[in-house]
């Protein structure tokens, strides 16, 4: 083959690997970082703190209360998702501790209890956003030691805009930790990416999911720590936060 033509059929076999990558979704350089793992929790094994959920089709399940908190029952590693799908408002809006109306849609991390864990969470209104807190209380552990107390909003070192949720729309919620650091994704992209502080590492626990006035349809999924023994108990009326 003369080198010319060489030179021109290697290019077209790159363009049409290249293409293909493309077509995935992924990057070449991406991958999913051992998120295959990831695996639906069912109802039956969440531990809902505070509200109500409803089983849905499937694995998903449908909240419709003003305030909602659950943890997954037992251990797992630091990662979670969540496929969800935004309903609208809820009938009656409930205010925050601060006396704010907020709608949003969150992820919970080392989530060891109501008043020490990590969230991420999807800011609806008032303000579109994506926050990233930690709520830390040493020694205490139920609502009436340390009510809305501790939180500490985390600054990124890279963020990017999120898209407004619209009812209707099917999104994914996606956040890992490592350590103290977080990566935290909306439909596969990277929204907010940084370190939330050593402090974190005092404390641990499994994942979980957060909403305040907003209807929501959405799957969980997880990763199951390695070797974990039964459910733990849920103690939903101590650890409400």
Request: glycine share 10%.
């Amino acid at each position: 083959m003369p080198q010319t033509s060489k030179r021109w059929y290697l290019a077209t076999i790159a363009l049409s690997l290249a293409a293909g990558l493309l077509a995935t979704g992924l990057p070449a350089s991406s991958s999913r970082d051992g998120d295959d793992h990831l695996v639906p929790i069912h109802r039956a094994h969440l531990c809902i703190t505070k509200g109500a959920i409803e089983e849905a089709a499937g694995s998903r399940m449908e909240v419709n209360v003003p305030e909602m908190r659950a943890v997954v029952a037992y251990p797992t590693e630091q990662v979670a998702e969540a496929k969800l799908t935004y309903l609208g408002p809820t009938s009656k809006d409930k205010p925050l501790g601060s006396g704010e109306i907020r709608r949003q849609f969150g992820l919970k991390l080392r989530a060891q209890n109501g008043c020490n864990l990590v969230y991420a969470m999807w800011r609806i209104e008032p303000k579109l956003e994506l926050v990233v807190s930690v709520k830390q209380n040493p020694g205490m552990s139920t609502h009436a030691q340390c009510g809305t107390h501790g939180y500490h909003n985390i600054k990124p070192a890279r963020a990017s805009a999120v898209p407004r949720l619209k009812e209707g729309e099917d999104h994914s919620l996606r956040a890992r930790m490592t350590g103290s650091n977080l990566h935290v994704f909306i439909d596969g992209r990277t929204v907010w990416e940084g370190d939330v502080g050593s402090k974190v590492l005092a404390f641990d626990g499994p994942v979980g999911v957060r909403t305040d006035n907003g209807r929501f349809k959405f799957e969980l999924l997880a990763v199951e720590a390695a070797g974990h023994g039964k459910d733990t108990p849920c103690h939903a009326t101590d650890e409400d936060e």
